[in-house]
């Protein structure tokens, strides 16, 4: 953690869920974090609560739509004019599961404006500051659902499905530039967008997760710290992930044929 000691550190999606539990390390470790999300209130709380922890940074909070290009610009340009950010945490997001034909249009736009646009937006803010500074580290946060698309989740794995891509191609433009770019897939996690998400799943979605428990949102954020920390590319929180990533790629066959059978099994 000692890599974010007087760094400062901008944080989407900061305000509960795994963007507050990274804000409470790196801020613990001696960063200045920049808190941002949608709900002032839910701002304030996150800022207590990151205070409390007695570290030596300072404590930004950012009311901000990241999928507004407009506010997310004239929001960057006021916290450039407080110094210079060092890292930013693309970690907002939405989720809204559904089968293909009945979710409503709307759903799709909103989660690839957030998830996929919001994360562009940040990045087209800030990378021209880093790019002038001499460096930086940029971490998106995608999904396991980036990685592999399954039942109910075809906005929602557009969306992750984007980030992955736009993030490779990110590395390769921006390590010439001295900024490490990161792209974290963590499996579903025990926050508040995943209490909710849950009310909607089809069953099929469901058999599919199986029984597997959550991750705490304080495991996926030390691996993001220690992903950024050492410049990786690719960033997992755990072992299944990892695996289920790695076969993919090798037998994507398996994969399907595992979660097909799990999605019959429920329609049965």
Not at 31 to 54: P, W
Not at 162 to 175: H, K, M, V
Request: glycine share 10%; hydrophobic share 45%; with cysteine.
């Amino acid at each position: 953690m000692s890599f974010f000691a007087d760094r400062r550190v901008v944080i989407t999606g900061a305000s509960s869920g795994i963007g507050l539990s990274l804000a409470k390390r790196v801020a613990l470790a001696g960063a200045d974090v920049v808190l941002i999300a949608r709900r002032t209130a839910q701002l304030e709380e996150a800022k207590s609560a990151v205070e409390k922890l007695g570290g030596k940074g300072r404590v930004e909070l950012v009311s901000l739509d990241i999928s507004k290009e407009s506010e997310v610009n004239a929001a960057m340009g006021r916290v450039l004019q407080g110094g210079k950010v060092d890292v930013l945490v693309n970690n907002a997001g939405v989720v809204m599961p559904g089968r293909f034909i009945e979710l409503p249009m709307a759903e799709f736009h909103s989660m690839m404006d957030i998830n996929y646009f919001g994360t562009v937006h940040m990045c087209r803010a800030l990378v021209p500051h880093m790019i002038e500074n001499g460096g930086g580290r940029i971490c998106n946060v995608s999904s396991l659902a980036g990685v592999i698309g399954i039942y109910g989740y075809s906005a929602y794995a557009a969306s992750k499905f984007a980030i992955c891509g736009f993030s490779q191609a990110l590395r390769a433009e921006l390590f010439p530039h001295g900024i490490a770019v990161s792209v974290c897939m963590p499996p579903d996690t025990d926050t508040p967008q995943l209490a909710f998400e849950n009310q909607f799943k089809p069953a099929e979605t469901k058999a599919i997760a199986g029984t597997v428990k959550p991750l705490a949102p304080d495991d996926v954020a030390l691996a993001i710290a220690r992903g950024i920390a050492h410049g990786t590319f690719e960033i997992f929180a755990d072992f299944g992930s990892r695996a289920a990533t790695r076969a993919h790629g090798i037998v994507p066959g398996i994969v399907r044929w595992f979660c097909d059978s799990a999605q019959r099994k429920a329609q049965s």
